[in-house]
């Protein structure tokens, strides 16, 4: 940094253009040592959890440190795919986690989509509010409603039932989906949906053929993010579901911290199940999902 | 819709209410009428089994504020915002700085960064907590490892059962999952920047780190504000972290609000009612004093 400011000799140009390739060439080993330290720090904790989950007890209940297992296994796997946990097969679990995330994300989608379009197309009386409303929410902790939501569940009879965790986690993820949705429909030129208007399409015509295919991306994005909340919810699930057959990966993964110390391996592999699916996910959908959230989240 | 016979005014005032209203409903039942609730049971008195036994003045409120560890518990939370929220966002800075150079190995770091995000807190904080086991977790065996170990209390040192490093390794987890989203609604600010600015600024004969102040952090501000606000407002009600890792443990030493509120709830639902309330004040008045202080309005609108 100190280079940029030494002046230049005059007749030193190609001295100079040396220098700064020399400068450029370190400037990107550096850059790429960072870029390495960075990787293996964010990965670490991922790559600790699938490692945990493929060691054998002998090479998790010890103090030698052992960074890569020499003796793979599949036992922890193997032990609570066909033991299971707390009375069920783990595909139980991962069943429930698979219709709670996805009937989130359906519905979520559905509802967010409409409101968001209502928002940026209509001018109406409360509109404002609304707004003020989704932030508002989103202020609260979950954490805050759990009696009143305890109660409320129960009194439309959704206890003890997946649905009843859909619409608590629809309701908790609503409002930031709508609040980002609403920059991708304000995004899309109005003209478009007037000139399907003039061929004699109907509002939901013109919603359905113009409009979504346009906002798609935007709801890839917020889909993805409600999809991860619905997926690792806690406690809700912890609460609302009594009879085991129920649970969510989340709470099953729970039984593993016994009175009797904790059995680390199956809990990680319990977690590598969960995670892998969405982490290969993310890896897939990674540009569109990140242009789509932070497009969404930053011009809000 | 449009070509219904019915008076067309009516339709039209009630059009948005088609739209709008299923989420409007959604929301009401989930959030609004709980917290009309929350707000109602903190002026109520309700047994251990949730029996309401009338009404309780601002009494929730006196044994509240009465509470031995209820001036800790604020300053912690405020504490906690403001270390989590202060290191993320400064970390995310210099990872966005980054990660808009270009360099070979840039797209493996963008990607690695998704795992935290992806293996969500739940995940990550049980990963820390097997990670910190006082026992056979890595962290000690890494200071076993380098002879560290009795330097940093001793055979037995558990990170987490010990108030004073608690709190920090609380921090550095809560931090290492906010990064992701930081880093990346920065780097959408940073790539929105037009490189003309930049080579402006280099006629002008400007100095990175002069050019990086005056000319990218002006620019970078409206992502800046949204990203920190998203973050004040996530990392203050932030529970899972805490709750899988410490349960607020040891004493009372590592609750912030959020989980002061579940703790509560145990033995008494009014008062904790009326911390949930306390808590929702507190974020109103943090966003606003933030607010207020980015001036946001002048900036993203």
Redesign the interface.
């Known amino acids: 940094?100190t280079a940029?400011?030494t002046p230049a000799p005059l007749d030193g140009r190609t001295a100079q253009a040396r220098r700064l390739k020399r400068r450029r060439r370190l400037g990107?080993a550096g850059?790429?040592t960072?870029?390495?330290l960075?990787?293996?720090f964010?990965?670490f904790?991922?790559y600790?959890?699938v490692s945990?989950a493929l060691k054998t007890n002998d090479q998790?209940?010890?103090?030698?440190?052992i960074p890569i297992p020499t003796e793979i296994t599949f036992d922890h796997v193997d032990r609570i795919l066909t033991e299971g946990v707390a009375g069920n097969s783990i595909w139980v679990y991962m069943r429930n986690s698979t219709i709670v995330a996805l009937g989130t994300v359906l519905i979520g989608a559905v509802?967010?989509l409409?409101?968001a379009?209502?928002?940026s197309r209509?001018r109406?009386r409360g509109?404002t509010s609304?707004l003020v409303?989704?932030l508002?929410?989103?202020?609260?902790?979950?954490?805050?409603?759990?009696?009143?939501?305890f109660?409320?569940v129960k009194r439309?009879g959704l206890y003890d039932q997946l649905l009843g965790l859909i619409?608590?986690n629809?309701?908790?993820t609503?409002?930031f989906g709508?609040w980002m949705l609403r920059t991708f429909v304000a995004a899309v030129p109005k003209s478009l949906e007037e000139a399907a208007?003039i061929d004699g399409a109907?509002?939901?015509t013109t919603f359905w053929k113009v409009l979504f295919p346009l906002v798609a991306p935007g709801l890839v994005a917020t889909s993805i993010f409600s999809f991860?909340t619905a997926?690792?919810e806690?406690?809700f699930a912890l609460i609302l579901m009594s009879d085991s057959s129920g649970y969510t990966m989340?709470v099953a993964?729970q039984f593993f911290f016994g009175q009797r110390g904790?059995d680390?391996g199956a809990?990680?592999a319990g977690?590598t199940m969960?995670?892998i699916p969405?982490?290969v996910?993310?890896?897939l959908v990674?540009r569109r999902m990140?242009?789509g959230?932070?497009?969404g989240?930053?011009k809000? | 819709?449009?070509?219904t016979f019915t008076p067309g005014r009516v339709v039209r005032?009630l059009?948005?209410l088609a739209?709008?209203g299923?989420?409007?409903a959604?929301?009401a039942?989930?959030?609004?009428?709980?917290?009309v609730?929350?707000v109602q049971?903190s002026f109520l008195k309700i047994s251990r089994f949730?029996v309401v036994q009338g009404s309780n003045g601002f009494d929730n409120y006196t044994k509240l504020f009465a509470e031995p560890d209820f001036g800790g518990v604020m300053a912690r939370s405020l504490l906690w915002v403001v270390a989590v929220v202060g290191l993320t966002v400064t970390l995310s800075l210099g990872?966005a700085q980054?990660f808009d150079?270009r360099?070979?190995?840039?797209r493996?770091?963008r990607?690695?960064?998704?795992?935290?995000?992806?293996?969500?807190?739940?995940?990550?904080s049980?990963?820390?907590k097997?990670?910190l086991?006082p026992?056979?977790g890595?962290i000690n065996?890494?200071r076993?490892?380098l002879g560290l170990l009795d330097a940093l209390g001793g055979a037995d040192a558990d990170p987490l059962g010990n108030a004073a490093t608690a709190m920090p390794w609380l921090v550095f987890v809560a931090v290492?999952v906010s990064?992701?989203?930081t880093t990346?609604?920065l780097?959408?600010?940073l790539s929105?920047i037009p490189p003309d600015v930049y080579e402006a600024a280099r006629m002008d004969g400007a100095?990175?780190?002069r050019t990086y102040w005056s000319v990218t952090l002006p620019l970078l501000r409206?992502?800046l504000v949204?990203?920190t606000l998203?973050n004040v407002?996530n990392v203050?009600?932030s529970?899972?972290i805490i709750w899988a890792m410490t349960h607020g443990q040891p004493g009372y030493s590592t609750a912030t609000s959020?989980v002061f509120?579940?703790i509560l709830?145990g033995s008494d639902?009014g008062e904790?009612?009326a911390m949930?309330v306390v808590?929702?004040g507190m974020?109103?008045v943090l966003?606003i004093v933030f607010l207020r202080v980015s001036k946001w309005r002048a900036e993203?609108s």
Request: charged share 5%; aromatic share 14%; glycine share 4%.
């Open positions: 940094m940029l400011k990107r850059l790429n960072v870029g390495v960075v990787f293996l964010a990965v904790p991922v600790w959890m945990t998790i209940f010890t103090t030698d440190f509802l967010a409409l409101a379009t209502a928002i209509f109406f509109r609304f409303l989704l508002i929410v989103q202020m609260i902790p979950a954490e805050a409603l759990l009696i009143p939501l109660l409320n439309l619409v608590i629809v309701g908790l609503l409002p709508i208007w109907s509002r939901f991860i997926w690792n806690l406690i989340p993964l904790t680390w809990i990680m977690s969960m995670t969405v982490v996910f993310f890896l990674q990140v242009s959230l932070v497009a989240a930053v809000g | 819709m449009q070509q005032a059009a948005p739209w709008i299923p989420a409007v959604l929301i039942v989930v959030v609004v009428w709980p917290v609730v929350m049971s949730g990872l980054l150079q360099f070979p190995g840039r493996f770091a990607w690695a960064l998704i795992a935290p995000w992806a293996a969500s807190v739940l995940m990550t049980i990963i820390f097997w990670m086991d026992e056979v890595l065996m890494i076993r490892h290492f990064l992701p989203f990346y609604a780097l959408a600010g929105a100095s990175r780190l409206p992502a949204v990203a998203i407002m203050f009600n529970f899972p959020t509120m579940y709830k639902i904790s009612a949930s808590n929702f974020v109103i966003t993203v």
